[in-house]
């Protein structure tokens, strides 16, 4: 069973860049498909980005394509999400994701693994 934290959330202006880390534990990171959500105030969690186990492959939410890009480290066992170009509307709680179902995370939303997450705030 695989740990997930978080980190790299902070307050940013608008326009600005950032990246978020994502450190697994506990289970064999390359058997797992990544993926990265986030949850806004009032709103549900949606979708942001995600990577199959070997980073071959990527998914993008359309809200944030070409901006953010998603990146895995298999020997440090960590994904990241760099993110560009922010806007207010970025500002969430951003939340790292595990499955060994790359499908289970672009498909269905339902990965089986969540860290605790990490706020990001875009200012204006």
């Known amino acids: 069973q695989v740990q997930l934290v978080e980190s790299g959330g902070r307050l940013v202006p608008v326009g600005g860049s950032l990246t978020l880390s994502c450190a697994a534990s506990g289970g064999t990171f390359s058997s797992y498909a990544m993926g990265w959500f986030r949850q806004a105030p009032g709103q549900e969690r949606e979708f942001v980005a995600a990577i199959d186990w070997s980073g071959g492959t990527k998914y993008f939410a359309d809200s944030i394509k070409g901006r953010f890009s998603i990146s895995r480290d298999n020997g440090k066992s960590a994904v990241y999400l760099q993110m560009n170009n922010l806007k207010v509307e970025d500002t969430a709680v951003y939340f790292c994701?595990?499955?060994?179902?790359?499908?289970?995370?672009?498909?269905?939303?339902?990965?089986?693994?969540w860290g605790q997450g990490t706020q990001v705030t875009v200012s204006s």
């Open positions: 994701s595990a499955d060994h179902d790359y499908f289970a995370i672009i498909r269905f939303g339902q990965p089986g693994y």
